[in-house]
C-alpha cells in the first residue's frame, strides 16, 4: 500500500473502531468512499480487500460490503445468576490461586465449588501476505508433547493486552508486528478456571532480531494457513488459544468465501 492507501485504511479502521460503522451496517458503495475519501476506486478495492482478509468487513452481493457482528438471536431474558456468598483462599501464588467458593444456583441448594485463578494472557496471530502463520514448533512437559504454537503470554499488571500480544511476539519469535487487532476474548475453562484469554490477529511482521525468551522460544516458521485443519487433525495444534485464533481465522475467510460466491 502506498501512503495515500494506507491512510484511507486507516481512515476505515478508526470509523470501524469508534462504531461510526456498527455491526450489521451496510458499508457506503464504493463510489460515495471514493469521492468522499478522495482516492480511486482501484486503490479503494485494495483496502477493501485487506478488510476482508482481516474480518473486518464481509462482503453482500456484488460490491456490497457489510460490517459483520449482527446477530438473529435475542438474549434471554427472567433468568436468575448464582448467588456468591463467600470465598476463601486455599492456596496462592505467583502463578495460580485456589480457592472455595460458597455458591447458590437458583432453586438448588448452596454448597461449595473450587475455583482456580490464573493469570490473565494474550495470544497473537500472524499473518503474512502469503497466508502463512507464524507459530512455534515446541515441546510442553505437562502433556509430554511437542505440537506449533502462537506466541503469547502472560498480561503485566497496567499493560494493555496490545502491547502484550507485540511484546511476546517479538520475545518468542524476533518478528515485530506491523499491527495487531483485537478479535475476541474468552476463557477457556468456564466452569471452574478464571484466565481471561485475549486473541489479537496481525499483518505483516518484520525480523528484528532473534528470540530473547529462551524458555519459551521453540523452532519458528511460517506456517501456510491451508496446512491448519490437517495438523489439527493430527493434533499438533496445541492450547485452546492458538485453535481459537487459528478457527476464528478459517472461519472468517470461509465466509468471506461463501459470500463472495452468491
Known sequence: MGPKTAKVYETIRARLASGEYAPGDKMPSERTLSEELGIGRTALRQVLARLLAEGALEVRGRSSYRVPGAVSVTTPEGLEPWRIHGERDLYDNRWVKLQLWDVEPPGVERFEHHVVKLHHVAITAVLDDQDRVLMMW???????????????????????????????VVEETGWRPKSVEHVVTYQPMVGMVDSPHEIFVGHGAEQVGSPTDLEEAGHIEWVPLTDIPGLMARGELMGSGTLVALLHILATRGKQGATASR
Open 138 to 168: 515446541r515441546y510442553r512437559f505437562v502433556p509430554q508433547q511437542w505440537g506449533w504454537e502462537l506466541p503469547g503470554g502472560i498480561v503485566d499488571e497496567g499493560e494493555n493486552p496490545s502491547d502484550t500480544a507485540l511484546r511476546e
